[in-house]
């Protein structure tokens, strides 16, 4: 006789995860009533409404601007709770800036991935270009100005106080956040949130895009879910169902959300956006996040945006390759900010 588990939790799945039909409503006003509901749950189950409760004063510090041929690099850092200061990055042409109709900048707010050098890792320039192969440098090339900050648990932007793997900065962050009913993804989006802020009072910004991979790919998931400010959102290497994905094989603690599938697979979630146009790149041949789970998850997004005549806000790439960034997204960009 053997004792498993597996047939249980399958069961939890069939019979507690939220059903496609909540919000593949029938009209447009019952679509948007459910939308406003989810979204209010997911900044609930992120711990976002917590992180807001806590009302402290944002600075900002410049510590450094690189200059190069193309662009430069500013350096700054935040204060956005007591005693936690993010550090975070402004990219900028040197020429040939893109502008918005109003004359802003047109600009891109960059979520990273999982790496040991974090934001290093999207500058430093090598071979071959891997993974995040220097998506920044290339936007900020073609004319955007691009904002990233270093998402905590990744980079130097570490507990020191707990002794852990090197490679596995997001443990003790996630583990002791879920013990304030906080989550690590909650903390970054409160990041990304609080620098969409900045940009748009000190830079005036009105037209920017959402960009991220991976773990960057979900945090621009969840918060281009229950916020309007961006215009578009770009998703790499991350849309997919978690019963394919983070629930089928080892993944970062930092991936898990208490109780979100009481609010819907991944699919439902990420449609929450609706109806901002939309990127999903996924590689053929990716591990983590494999291809069979982003279909089905794409194939719902798509259904959700076509009821309203609206599919063709969605586009998808599917390219040869596996955990990476393509840059097929970048011509979309050009036409849609």
């Known amino acids: 006789m053997e004792f498993k588990v597996d047939g249980f939790f399958n069961w939890l799945y069939q019979n507690l995860a939220m059903k496609e039909n909540a919000l593949e409503a029938s009209s447009i006003e019952q679509f948007a009533a459910v939308k406003s509901q989810k979204r209010s749950e997911l900044k609930k189950r992120l711990g976002i409404d917590r ?15 690189q200059e190069f041929s193309d662009y430069t690099i500013e350096s700054l850092s935040m204060e956005i709770l007591p005693f936690l200061k993010m550090s975070f990055y402004v990219v900028r042409p040197e020429a040939n800036a893109r502008k918005s109709n109003n004359g802003s900048e047109k600009a891109i707010l960059y979520c990273h991935g999982h790496g040991k050098g974090g934001c290093r890792d999207c500058f430093e320039i090598r071979e071959p270009r891997a993974y995040h192969k220097n998506i920044p440098l290339t936007l900020a090339k073609r004319g955007y100005t691009v904002f990233m900050f270093e998402p905590v648990g990744f980079g130097d932007f570490k507990m020191d106080s707990f002794k852990q793997p090197e490679e ?6 996630s583990t002791q956040l879920l013990m304030y009913g906080m989550t690590a993804l909650g903390l970054r989006i409160f990041q990304a949130m609080k620098l969409t802020d900045y940009m748009l009072d000190k830079y005036k910004i009105s037209d920017f895009a959402t960009l991220g991979i991976s773990g960057g790919g979900t945090v621009c998931s969840l918060y281009a879910a229950f916020d309007d400010r961006m215009k578009a959102n770009v998703i790499s290497c991350y849309t997919n169902m978690f019963k394919d994905s983070i629930m089928a094989m080892h993944h970062c603690v930092d991936n898990f959300v208490p109780d979100i599938l009481s609010i819907g697979e991944m699919p439902h979630i990420i449609s929450l956006a609706f109806p901002k146009p939309m990127f999903l790149s996924c590689g053929k041949n990716d591990p983590i996040y494999p291809l069979h789970g982003a279909e089905k998850s794409i194939e719902f997004i798509k259904r959700i945006y076509g009821k309203s005549h609206m599919a063709d806000k969605i586009e998808v790439e599917i390219f040869d390759g596996v955990h990476e960034f393509s840059e097929g997204f970048i011509d979309w960009l050009d036409r849609i900010l």
């Open 168 to 173: 596995s900065g997001c443990y003790a962050i």
């Open 51 to 65: 992180l807001e409760a806590i009302n402290h004063p944002v600075s900002v510090e410049t510590f450094g601007i």
